[in-house]
């Protein structure tokens, strides 16, 4: 059975203070490995994909990285609006169930000022 | 361009009632996903639509969840003789590659 854990469950850091967040998989098939990003009341908003162990991507203070077992969302010097709940999910390869994603139950950040 | 919409984006409900929820997917996409999302939890799957194909129903939890799309586009989540557990926040997503667009959600609650 696929499986995704995401740790730590919540995080508090201060303006400035970097950190990073782990998503681990057990999964036959990887396809790619996804992070969302879900603010309260709304749907979660893409950020990442990747495919293969060792790639990274970044997006402004963001940074993700794969390896065989695990990924690391990499914050740098966070600030107040990235707080936020982030998703890691795992997209495996099944014949019928297309490009489902199997979701962690993701990290809460909270970066105060 | 317009995303992925979801109503109502609340409904409260009485125990044993009928509910349908509605996605409009962003147009072009082939492929719709729900997913169901309760408090503390993470994303469930629920139920796949790709195109013409028979829909993947292997995510719902129990023969009162039914779902349907129309004409390759809006979908409808059927929630039957509704549950105090069936309260969740039920989330649309639609594709044409690997990444899925989100839409806001529709909260249910069943009292």
């Known amino acids: 059975e696929d499986q995704v854990t995401q740790s730590p469950e919540a995080l508090r850091l201060q303006e400035g203070e970097s950190s990073s967040l782990n998503c681990s998989y057990t999964?036959?098939?990887?396809?790619?490995l996804f992070w969302y990003r879900q603010d309260p009341g709304k749907g979660p908003e893409f950020l990442f994909t990747?495919?293969?162990a060792g790639e990274e991507k970044e997006k402004e203070r963001l940074k993700a990285t794969l390896t065989k077992k695990e990924s690391f969302l990499h914050i740098t010097a966070p600030k107040p609006e990235d707080s936020a709940t982030y998703l890691c999910?795992?997209?495996?390869?099944?014949?019928?169930?297309?490009?489902?994603?199997?979701f962690g139950e993701g990290t809460q950040l909270t970066v105060n000022p | 361009g317009a995303g992925v919409s979801q109503s109502p984006s609340n409904k409260v409900t009485e125990k044993g009632k009928d509910v349908e929820l509605r996605c409009d997917p962003i147009?072009?996409?082939?492929?719709l996903y729900w997913y169901r999302q309760s408090l503390g939890q993470g994303l469930e799957f629920l139920i796949y639509?790709?195109?013409?194909?028979?829909?993947?129903k292997s995510g719902l939890p129990s023969d009162r969840f039914s779902a349907e799309r129309t004409g390759g586009s809006v979908s409808t989540l059927t929630i039957q003789r509704t549950q105090q557990e069936d309260s969740a926040v039920y989330l649309c997503?639609?594709?044409?590659?690997?990444?899925?667009?989100f839409g806001p959600g529709t909260r249910l609650t069943v009292l």
């Open positions: 997503a639609s594709s044409s590659g690997p990444r899925q667009f």
């Open positions: 999964v036959s098939g990887l396809r790619g």
């Open positions: 990747l495919y293969s």
């Open positions: 999910a795992v997209q495996v390869v099944k014949e019928t169930s297309g490009s489902r994603l199997t």
């Open positions: 147009s072009g996409h082939t492929a």
């Open positions: 639509f790709q195109g013409n194909s028979a829909p993947d």
